[in-house]
């Protein structure tokens, strides 16, 4: 299994551009996520999904929008990037609704806006 | 307000020596409480996930205690070695759901040789 894998590792946009996130995970789990992580915080969680084709917001969902077409694949579009989205993203799946299934992440998109 | 405060924010310890983080939370309600271990440019890895009628629980050398009451956790980590050299992340979830995680900033553990 190659678990929960994100494209790219690193992204430089300038502000205005828009641009997809890419997460997909091949151990059949219903649930992910996404986060961001930026210095001196804890991952804060952007949007999520309990199964294909539903899709809700976390706590920074504002820029972000997602879609779940497929159980493997959660992209997420950023669509006019803005300096403030430099950050760390990560994206997760479990097996539950997180609820004690463990969640795994995956090594993350390192996205700097100028 | 739901929040996750750890301490100490950073920790050096020399190798072979044992050391406890804290957890302390104010969120309810509670359903779970999770560390996680996050190495330097890569994501968080799940080391223990606790419920409210667990005290503890152990994952190698890493033992985590959780008191529901006084609402604090630790994480002890024994006989620590170069690769225990990370950020350790406490992490609530206020819903059985787990769609609402509350993530601590994590405290940033060296060990040195």
Same mark, same amino acid.
């Given at each position: 299994?190659?678990?929960?894998?994100?494209?790219?590792?690193?992204?430089?946009?300038?502000?205005?551009?828009?641009?997809?996130?890419?997460?997909?995970?091949?151990?059949?789990?219903?649930?992910? =996520?996404?986060?961001?992580?930026?210095?001196?915080?804890?991952?804060?969680?952007?949007? @999520?999904?309990?199964?294909?084709?539903?899709?809700?917001?976390?706590?920074?969902?504002?820029?972000?929008?997602?879609?779940?077409?497929?159980?493997?694949?959660?992209?997420?579009?950023?669509?006019?990037?803005? $300096? =403030?989205?430099?950050?760390? @993203?990560?994206?997760?799946?479990?097996?539950?609704?997180?609820?004690?299934?463990?969640?795994?992440?995956? $090594?993350?998109?390192?996205?700097?806006?100028? | 307000? #739901?929040?996750? !405060?750890?301490?100490?924010?950073?920790?050096?310890?020399? !190798? +072979?020596? #044992?050391?406890?983080?804290?957890?302390?939370?104010?969120?309810?309600?509670?359903? #779970?409480?999770?560390?996680?271990?996050?190495?330097?440019?890569? +994501?968080?890895?799940?080391?223990?996930?606790?419920?409210?009628? !667990?005290?503890?629980?152990? #994952? &190698?050398?890493?033992?985590?205690?959780?008191? %529901?009451?006084?609402?604090?956790?630790?994480?002890?980590?024994? %006989?620590?070695?170069?690769?225990?050299? %990370?950020?350790?992340?406490?992490?609530?979830?206020?819903?059985? %759901? &787990?769609?609402?995680?509350?993530? &601590?900033? &994590?405290?940033?553990?060296?060990?040195?040789?």
């Amino acid at each position: 299994n190659a678990g929960v894998t994100q494209t790219p590792k690193f992204q430089v946009l300038k502000t205005g551009q828009s641009m997809t996130l890419q997460c997909a995970q091949d151990m059949n789990h219903e649930y992910m =996520s996404w986060y961001r992580q930026d210095p001196g915080m804890g991952l804060r969680l952007i949007h @999520y999904s309990v199964g294909a084709g539903i899709t809700d917001q976390g706590e920074v969902p504002n820029g972000y929008n997602v879609s779940r077409s497929t159980t493997e694949d959660f992209p997420l579009r950023l669509l006019s990037a803005a $300096p =403030s989205q430099t950050s760390v @993203y990560f994206c997760a799946s479990s097996y539950s609704k997180g609820g004690l299934g463990t969640q795994y992440f995956g $090594p993350g998109t390192r996205l700097t806006v100028l | 307000k #739901n929040q996750v !405060e750890q301490s100490p924010q950073s920790l050096i310890i020399l !190798e +072979g020596k #044992n050391c406890t983080l804290q957890c302390n939370y104010t969120v309810s309600p509670f359903s #779970n409480l999770r560390w996680y271990k996050q190495d330097t440019g890569r +994501g968080p890895v799940s080391l223990t996930i606790m419920t409210f009628s !667990e005290n503890t629980k152990s #994952n &190698g050398r890493y033992t985590a205690t959780l008191d %529901a009451d006084t609402k604090q956790s630790s994480l002890h980590i024994t %006989a620590s070695q170069l690769s225990d050299s %990370a950020s350790y992340i406490c992490v609530v979830s206020f819903n059985q %759901a &787990g769609t609402a995680l509350i993530f &601590g900033k &994590g405290t940033t553990l060296s060990v040195s040789s």
